[in-house]
C-alpha cells in the first residue's frame, strides 16, 4: 500500500513562507507522479502543483505560479512544495497526491495537465496565512 504523510503546515503571515513535505512510504516515489492539492472552506479542490517521476516536468497553477515551486527526492521518497510571498487566499488544506497504475498520467502530460485524477491521498496539513 502506498502511503503518503504530509508536515510543515501552520500559520504564517502574509509575505512570509512555509515549505510543506511529503514523505511516501510502501512503493517507490520514482513510481508515481505527484502532486499538492489543497481544498479551502466553501471551495472547490484544487490542484496547485504536480511533478513527473523524472522531477524534470512541472505543472503549477495560474494562483501560485511564480510563488510556489514543487520538488521531489526519489532517493529519500520525498515531495516538497516551497511556498513564497503568501497570500491570505492560500489558507487552505494541502494535500499530497500521486497518481497510480490504474490512473496514470505519463511525464509528458504533466507540464500540461497536471495530475487530473489523484489516486493517493494523504491526510493533509493545514495552513492558515494572516493579514
Known amino acids: 500500500q502506498f502511503q503518503l504523510v504530509e508536515s510543515g503546515g501552520g500559520l504564517a503571515q502574509a509575505g512570509s513562507s512555509l515549505r510543506l513535505s511529503c514523505v511516501a512510504s510502501?512503493?517507490?516515489?520514482?513510481?508515481?507522479?505527484m502532486g499538492w492539492v489543497r481544498q479551502a472552506p466553501g471551495k472547490e479542490r484544487e490542484l496547485v502543483a504536480a511533478i513527473s517521476r523524472s522531477g524534470e516536468g512541472t505543472y503549477y497553477a495560474d494562483s501560485v505560479k511564480g510563488r510556489f515551486t514543487i520538488s521531489r527526492d526519489n532517493a529519500r521518497n520525498t515531495v516538497d512544495l516551497q511556498m513564497n510571498s503568501l497570500k491570505p487566499e492560500d489558507t487552505a488544506l494541502y494535500y499530497c497526491?500521486?497518481?497510480?497504475?490504474?490512473?496514470?498520467?505519463?511525464?509528458?502530460?504533466?507540464?500540461?495537465?497536471?495530475?487530473?485524477?489523484?489516486?493517493?491521498w494523504g491526510r493533509g496539513t493545514q495552513v492558515t496565512v494572516s493579514s
Open positions: 497526491v500521486s497518481d497510480s497504475d490504474d490512473e496514470y498520467t505519463s511525464d509528458s502530460d504533466v507540464p500540461s495537465l497536471g495530475l487530473p485524477s489523484p489516486s493517493y
Open positions: 510502501g512503493r517507490a516515489l520514482s513510481s508515481f507522479a
